[in-house]
């Protein structure tokens, strides 16, 4: 059983999808109909911290950005149980998502504060506006479906971009995200059953730009690469302009159509990351 816990292909996809997709369920049971079904989505933050405590061991105090990472996401799920649990809705639950984001940043780079250069703080500011659309956008779709594949494929964009000449941990880490995520997406197709509640979408924002700073601040990873995953967060107002997609209106449907275009999205932000990489290794 240890062995099997302790292979990385277990940690960062069978695990944390079986344990979000039973949890699920289980939470719904355990406190019922409307309490249970807003706090359904913290099953994707317990199956991926289950698999992160796997992945790395905590560490206290934490000294490394990756150290830091599960206190972060322990706190991002408090607080989004609080607010799951009082059925808060509109500016307060983005506005709390978002300065969560603004703690992750300032945990992991204020360390290297007086380093950052011109260039640094560019990037700073960039993660800072992508954090308040993620926040916006899942805010806005926690009833629909649609929140739940934004951050489905963002996670398994910033996994697969870490892949490429940058962190085979931070990838790990991206793909239990997905792979959580995907556990309970499976309980909302082909009709939605649970809103993504702020335990999930708190968790999942939360960590996402924690290895996204660490993936430009730490790593040789594309950020070309990173900012081409933003569009994520747009996938059902582009099926809605697109022709020949904004026609499909049927829940399940419409569904497998945003995760088409995220799929796609993915795909292009990775293979710039490949090209990008070949081009860096060469020489050119």
């Given at each position: 059983?240890?062995?099997?816990?302790?292979?990385?292909?277990?940690?960062?996809?069978?695990?944390?999808?079986?344990?979000?997709?039973?949890?699920?369920?289980?939470?719904?049971?355990?406190?019922?109909?409307?309490?249970?079904?807003?706090?359904?989505?913290?099953?994707?933050?317990?199956?991926?911290?289950?698999?992160?405590?796997?992945?790395?061991?905590?560490?206290?105090?934490?000294?490394?950005?990756?150290?830091?990472?599960?206190?972060?996401?322990?706190?991002?799920?408090?607080?989004?149980?609080?607010?799951?649990?009082?059925?808060?809705?509109?500016?307060?639950?983005?506005?709390?998502?978002f300065l969560l984001s603004l703690t992750a940043l300032g945990w992991l780079l204020g360390s290297r504060i007086n380093r950052?250069?011109?260039?640094?703080?560019?990037?700073?500011?960039?993660?800072?506006?992508?954090?308040?659309?993620?926040?916006?956008?899942?805010?806005?779709a926690r009833e629909r479906i649609d929140g739940g594949i934004m951050l489905l494929?963002?996670?398994?964009?910033?996994?697969?971009?870490?892949?490429?000449?940058?962190?085979?941990?931070?990838?790990?880490?991206?793909?239990?995200?997905?792979?959580?995520?995907?556990?309970?997406?499976?309980?909302?197709?082909?009709?939605?059953?649970?809103?993504?509640?702020?335990?999930?979408?708190?968790?999942?924002?939360?960590?996402?730009?924690?290895?996204?700073?660490?993936?430009?601040?730490?790593?040789?990873?594309?950020?070309?690469?990173?900012?081409?995953?933003?569009?994520?967060?747009?996938?059902?107002?582009?099926?809605?302009?697109?022709?020949?997609?904004?026609?499909?209106?049927?829940?399940?449907?419409?569904?497998?159509?945003?995760?088409?275009?995220?799929?796609?999205?993915?795909?292009?932000?990775?293979?710039?990351?490949?090209?990008?990489?070949?081009?860096?290794?060469?020489?050119?």
């Amino acid at each position: 059983m240890s062995s099997l816990l302790n292979n990385p292909t277990i940690q960062s996809s069978l695990l944390p999808l079986l344990l979000a997709l039973g949890l699920t369920g289980l939470i719904r049971a355990a406190f019922g109909a409307q309490h249970g079904g807003r706090l359904a989505s913290a099953a994707i933050a317990i199956g991926f911290i289950a698999s992160l405590v796997l992945i790395q061991t905590p560490v206290f105090p934490a000294r490394s950005a990756s150290q830091k990472l599960p206190y972060l996401v322990a706190l991002a799920l408090l607080l989004g149980l609080i607010v799951d649990s009082l059925n808060l809705r509109g500016r307060t639950v983005q506005l709390i998502g978002f300065l969560l984001s603004l703690t992750a940043l300032g945990w992991l780079l204020g360390s290297r504060i007086n380093r950052i250069d011109l260039a640094g703080w560019a990037l700073i500011l960039l993660l800072i506006a992508v954090a308040w659309l993620a926040s916006w956008r899942s805010s806005v779709a926690r009833e629909r479906i649609d929140g739940g594949i934004m951050l489905l494929f963002a996670c398994g964009g910033v996994g697969a971009i870490s892949l490429i000449g940058a962190s085979a941990s931070i990838a790990q880490t991206g793909f239990a995200m997905m792979a959580a995520c995907g556990g309970f997406l499976l309980w909302n197709w082909p009709r939605l059953r649970f809103a993504l509640g702020a335990s999930a979408h708190y968790v999942l924002i939360t960590a996402l730009v924690a290895l996204c700073a660490q993936l430009l601040f730490f790593t040789k990873a594309s950020g070309w690469a990173l900012l081409l995953l933003t569009p994520m967060l747009l996938i059902d107002r582009l099926q809605a302009q697109l022709p020949g997609l904004r026609n499909i209106t049927h829940p399940a449907a419409r569904a497998l159509c945003l995760a088409g275009l995220g799929a796609l999205i993915c795909a292009l932000a990775v293979g710039v990351a490949l090209l990008l990489s070949r081009s860096s290794a060469s020489g050119y």
